[in-house]
C-alpha cells in the first residue's frame, strides 16, 4: 500500500516543465494562421457546418456527428425552412423594402443554404410579388461577399439575396432592370448597370430611376 | 476574450472569429504541452504534438458544435495525436539503420529533459499499455474524474475504474521489483 501511495504521489507530482511564453505564442500564432487560411469563405461555413454535423461521430470530431440516414430528413427540413423564411418576405407589404437588422441572419442562412443546396452556384435568390426564382451560374469565387437588395417601385417590391460581382436581372413594376452587385470590401453596396448606380452611402439618394433601393453587406 | 469561457469562446471560433480561436490557443497550449509532454516523455516530441493539436483543431474548430465540455474534446484531440506521434515516431525507429541513432533517440526518450526526476515512475509509465497509460494520465495525473475522462477516451465509466486499477496494481508490482 506504501508503493502505491508513493507511485501515485510521484505521478500527481507535477513534473511536467512549462510550455514556455514564447513557445505558446509562436504555437498559437502559427494555429491562427492556419485557422484564417481554412476559414470557409462566403456560403462555406454553412456547408461546412452542415458537413460537420452528418460526419459520423469519431473521438475528434468537433461535432460530435449525426449519422448519414439523418442526411434526407435534415436536408428536407432546411428546405422547407428556407421556403418559409421566403414567403415571409412575399407576404410583407408597403412601399419601403425591409432590411432589419434582425432579417440578415436569416437572409444569411437562406443563400448560404441554397447555395450549399446548388454547389455554389447560387448567383441570386430573387423573391418577387410572391415568385421566388433562383438564378444559377457558373460556381461562384470563394470570397464573393453576400449582399441583399431590396427594390420597390410602388407596391411592387424584389428582395434579392446575391454575392458581390454578380450580374442580377429583375423585372419590377414593367421595367427590365440589369445591374451588378459590388461590395467594396466593407460595408458599401453600388449597384450599377444602364442608368441605375447607386450606392448605400448615407448621402446617396434612397430613390434612383423610380425605384426605392436598399441594400447591405451581409457579413459573414 | 480573457473573460469568456472555453465554451463561448470555441462557439466565436466555430463562426470564423479568429481571436476567439486564438485566445483557446493561447489559454490551453501549456495544458496540451503538459499532457503531451506526460503521454511522450519528452520535450521535443511533446512541442511538435502541442503544434500538431492546435493545427488540427484550427481545421475542425469551423463549424463547431458543442456536444460536451470544449477541454474534454481538447484532450481527445490530444490523445489522439499523441497516438499517432507516438506510432509514427516507432515506424520510423523501425526503419532507421543507423543503430546509434536509435540508441540516441531511446536514450533521449528516458531523459526527462530538465525534470530528471522520478525516471523510473516515468519509465514505467511508458512500460503501461495504452489504454491503461491514459486512464492513469487522465485520472491520477490529471485529476479528472472516472467520468470525465470516460468521456475522453470514449469507453465505459467502469472500463476506466478497471483501467485504473489495473494500471495500479502493475506499477506497484513492477515498483516493488524494481526497489
Same mark, same amino acid.
Given at each position: 500500500?506504501?508503493?502505491?501511495?508513493?507511485?501515485?504521489?510521484?505521478?500527481?507530482?507535477?513534473?511536467?516543465?512549462?510550455?514556455?511564453?514564447?513557445?505558446?505564442?509562436?504555437?498559437?500564432?502559427?494555429?491562427?494562421?492556419?485557422?484564417?487560411?481554412?476559414?470557409?469563405?462566403?456560403?462555406?461555413?454553412?456547408?461546412?457546418?452542415?458537413?460537420?454535423?452528418?460526419?459520423?461521430?469519431?473521438?475528434?470530431?468537433?461535432?460530435?456527428?449525426?449519422?448519414?440516414?439523418?442526411?434526407?430528413?435534415?436536408?428536407?427540413?432546411?428546405?422547407?425552412?428556407?421556403?418559409?423564411?421566403?414567403?415571409?418576405?412575399?407576404?410583407?407589404?408597403?412601399?419601403?423594402?425591409?432590411?432589419?437588422?434582425?432579417?440578415?441572419?436569416?437572409?444569411?442562412?437562406?443563400?448560404?443554404?441554397?447555395?450549399?443546396?446548388?454547389?455554389?452556384?447560387?448567383?441570386?435568390?430573387?423573391?418577387?410579388?410572391?415568385?421566388?426564382?433562383?438564378?444559377?451560374?457558373?460556381?461562384?469565387?470563394?470570397?464573393?461577399?453576400?449582399?441583399?437588395?431590396?427594390?420597390?417601385?410602388?407596391?411592387?417590391?424584389?428582395?434579392?439575396?446575391?454575392?458581390?460581382?454578380?450580374?442580377?436581372?429583375?423585372?419590377?413594376?414593367?421595367?427590365?432592370?440589369?445591374?451588378?452587385?459590388?461590395?467594396?470590401?466593407?460595408?458599401?453596396?453600388?449597384?450599377?448597370?444602364?442608368?441605375?448606380?447607386?450606392?448605400?452611402?448615407?448621402?446617396?439618394?434612397?430613390?434612383?430611376?423610380?425605384?426605392?433601393?436598399?441594400?447591405?453587406?451581409?457579413?459573414? | 476574450?480573457?473573460?469568456?469561457?472555453?465554451?463561448?469562446?470555441?462557439?466565436?471560433?466555430?463562426?470564423?472569429?479568429?481571436?476567439?480561436?486564438?485566445?483557446?490557443?493561447?489559454?490551453?497550449?501549456?495544458?496540451?504541452?503538459?499532457?503531451?509532454?506526460?503521454?511522450?516523455?519528452?520535450?521535443?516530441?511533446?512541442?511538435?504534438?502541442?503544434?500538431?493539436?492546435?493545427?488540427?483543431?484550427?481545421?475542425?474548430?469551423?463549424?463547431?458544435?458543442?456536444?460536451?465540455?470544449?477541454?474534454?474534446?481538447?484532450?481527445?484531440?490530444?490523445?489522439?495525436?499523441?497516438?499517432?506521434?507516438?506510432?509514427?515516431?516507432?515506424?520510423?525507429?523501425?526503419?532507421?539503420?543507423?543503430?546509434? *541513432?536509435?540508441?540516441?533517440?531511446?536514450? @533521449?526518450?528516458?531523459?526527462?529533459? &530538465?525534470? #530528471?526526476?522520478?525516471?523510473?515512475? $516515468? =519509465?514505467?509509465?511508458?512500460?503501461?499499455?495504452?489504454?491503461?497509460?491514459? *486512464?492513469?494520465?487522465?485520472?491520477?495525473? @490529471?485529476?479528472?474524474?472516472?467520468? &470525465?475522462? #470516460?468521456?475522453?477516451?470514449?469507453? $465505459? =465509466?467502469?472500463?476506466?475504474?478497471?483501467?485504473?486499477?489495473?494500471?495500479?496494481?502493475?506499477?506497484?508490482?513492477?515498483?516493488?521489483?524494481?526497489?
Amino acid at each position: 500500500m506504501q508503493d502505491e501511495e508513493k507511485i501515485i504521489s510521484l505521478l500527481r507530482d507535477e513534473r511536467a516543465p512549462a510550455l514556455g511564453e514564447d513557445a505558446t505564442r509562436r504555437i498559437a500564432h502559427a494555429a491562427t494562421q492556419e485557422f484564417i487560411r481554412t476559414r470557409p469563405a462566403a456560403g462555406g461555413g454553412f456547408r461546412q457546418a452542415l458537413a460537420g454535423m452528418l460526419r459520423p461521430a469519431n473521438n475528434d470530431s468537433g461535432g460530435g456527428g449525426l449519422r448519414a440516414p439523418v442526411m434526407a430528413a435534415l436536408l428536407l427540413a432546411i428546405f422547407v425552412g428556407s421556403l418559409a423564411v421566403l414567403s415571409h418576405y412575399r407576404e410583407m407589404t408597403g412601399d419601403r423594402p425591409q432590411l432589419a437588422q434582425d432579417d440578415a441572419a436569416r437572409q444569411k442562412t437562406i443563400l448560404a443554404q441554397f447555395n450549399a443546396e446548388f454547389s455554389g452556384r447560387v448567383q441570386a435568390v430573387i423573391s418577387t410579388d410572391g415568385h421566388m426564382q433562383i438564378v444559377l451560374g457558373k460556381r461562384q469565387t470563394a470570397e464573393a461577399q453576400p449582399i441583399a437588395i431590396s427594390l420597390a417601385a410602388g407596391k411592387r417590391k424584389v428582395e434579392i439575396l446575391s454575392f458581390s460581382g454578380e450580374n442580377v436581372k429583375v423585372s419590377l413594376g414593367g421595367k427590365e432592370l440589369s445591374f451588378e452587385a459590388l461590395s467594396d470590401g466593407g460595408k458599401g453596396v453600388i449597384l450599377t448597370g444602364g442608368k441605375l448606380f447607386w450606392t448605400n452611402r448615407a448621402n446617396s439618394p434612397q430613390s434612383v430611376e423610380g425605384l426605392k433601393i436598399r441594400a447591405k453587406v451581409l457579413e459573414m | 476574450m480573457k473573460d469568456l469561457d472555453d465554451e463561448t469562446l470555441a462557439q466565436r471560433a466555430g463562426k470564423g472569429e479568429a481571436k476567439a480561436f486564438e485566445a483557446l490557443a493561447l489559454r490551453h497550449a501549456d495544458r496540451v504541452f503538459r499532457m503531451a509532454w506526460k503521454w511522450c516523455g519528452n520535450r521535443a516530441d511533446a512541442e511538435d504534438v502541442t503544434q500538431e493539436v492546435f493545427m488540427k483543431l484550427a481545421g475542425k474548430m469551423h463549424g463547431y458544435r458543442p456536444r460536451g465540455k470544449f477541454t474534454t474534446w481538447l484532450y481527445q484531440v490530444t490523445l489522439n495525436q499523441a497516438r499517432d506521434h507516438h506510432r509514427a515516431r516507432k515506424r520510423r525507429l523501425r526503419h532507421e539503420s543507423d543503430f546509434t *541513432a536509435q540508441q540516441a533517440l531511446l536514450k @533521449d526518450e528516458g531523459a526527462n529533459d &530538465e525534470n #530528471a526526476g522520478p525516471e523510473k515512475i $516515468a =519509465e514505467m509509465l511508458h512500460r503501461l499499455p495504452e489504454g491503461e497509460k491514459e *486512464a492513469v494520465l487522465l485520472v491520477v495525473c @490529471d485529476g479528472m474524474s472516472h467520468r &470525465e475522462a #470516460a468521456s475522453v477516451l470514449g469507453c $465505459a =465509466e467502469k472500463t476506466v475504474s478497471w483501467r485504473v486499477f489495473s494500471a495500479k496494481k502493475k506499477l506497484t508490482e513492477w515498483y516493488g521489483h524494481a526497489g
